[in-house]
């Protein structure tokens, strides 16, 4: 018998029915315990791909509150659902093309300007992120801040669900990133070397070495590297 099936049972409701489930799961595996099958909604299980925003309330408190379902351990009287794919406004652009400025930000999100401040997208971020934060510093075309303060985004729609601005935050994010790490950060020399150097054939007959050895020889020199990299 498996953890579950010591625990006490608990009711929740899904989609407004009522289900008993241990209450020492998460949402995502209370829902499936339920009989429920995912198609969507359902990623990595871990709290990385974002998939999973889940908006739920529980009996008694008008509060509706939000997490990663794959994160969030089941409450008795929680009144529970997933939220679906959100049809959020994507830009699509070259970003060769683009300056790394405010005004690029507000060209493909001009909803940006209509961020009031109220502060709701960083109350319901599953990553305390400080969403308002990085939003204000994009109206300001501080992309390095906003990279900074953007960078644990896991995409998972639930900012944009709350926004009475309109705003795609995490799109705008992902867009000041790139801007950033393609226009801003300076490039590093010695990568630019060594890419010379591959693009010039320097490896390539050390890779071909490689590729025809027997696993006791890639073994034996990977245990080499390791004994010069990691001493006891
Ligand atoms: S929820 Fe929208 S309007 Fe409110 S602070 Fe965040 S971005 Fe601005
Ligand atoms: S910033 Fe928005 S999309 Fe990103 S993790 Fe937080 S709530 Fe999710
Ligand atoms: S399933 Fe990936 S974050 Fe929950």
Known sequence: MGEEGKARLIDIYI???????????????????SGY??????????GICGACGTVYRTAGDYKL???????TVVEPEMYLTQIPFYPANKAVYDIEELEPTAETLIEYYPELLRCMGCNACSKVCPQDLEVMEYMSAAMKGELERVAELSFECLMCGLCASRCPGENVQYNIGILARRLYARHLVPRAPDLKER???????????????LIKAKDEEIER????????REPD
């Not at 099958?37 to 871990?46: E, S, V």
């Not at 509150?65 to 994160?71: N, V």
């Not at 890419?195 to 070495?209: A, F, H, K």
């Not at 990977?222 to 010069?228: G, I, K, R, S």
């Open 221 to 228: 020199r990977y245990n080499e590297t390791q004994a010069d």
């Open 65 to 71: 509150k939000s997490g990663l379902a794959c994160q």
């Open 195 to 209: 890419v010379e150097e591959i693009q010039d054939g320097m490896y390539d007959e050390e890779l071909q070495r």
């Open 37 to 46: 099958q995912f198609i969507r909604g359902c990623g990595c299980r871990g």
């Open 15 to 33: 989609m407004g029915k009522k289900y008993k489930v241990p209450e020492t799961l998460t949402i995502l595996k209370a829902i499936e315990y």
